[in-house]
């Protein structure tokens, strides 16, 4: 059920997470199952299922989690680059049914993807 996901659990603090950066709107951790040597998760605190959600009265919200990806790649450290990268919905790869954006960073990557 989409209120009963494990993002929502991370926002609600009722599971752990390792948290870097928090505000009103958003939350960034590390992902549990890194696929880089930086694997950082961009969640917005709005309930959206999937990209395909997106509004534009989210616009701002969606510009406001690009600013935290480029400030936390700056933080850590990513001068030589990084993916931003978004599953969307099953055929996407998504597992979790909550916006999110993966920063990754600490390896070259390979194009096209996976
Ligand atoms: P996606 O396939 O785009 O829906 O990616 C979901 C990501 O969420 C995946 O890389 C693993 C991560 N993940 C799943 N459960 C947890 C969790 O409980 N904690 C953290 N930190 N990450 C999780």
Known sequence: MLQDNIFLKIIAKQ???DIL????????FRDIKPQAP???LIIPRKVIATH?????VDSELIGHLHVVA???AE????EEGYRIVINCKD????VVPHLHFHLLGGRRFAWPPG
């Open 91 to 94: 055929g996407g790869g998504q």
């Open 15 to 17: 599971i752990p997470a």
């Open 52 to 56: 395909a959600d997106i509004t534009a």
């Open 21 to 28: 950066y928090e505000d009103e709107r958003c939350l960034a």
């Open 75 to 78: 933080q850590l450290q990513l």
């Open 38 to 40: 930086t694997h950082v």
């Open 70 to 72: 480029v400030q936390l």
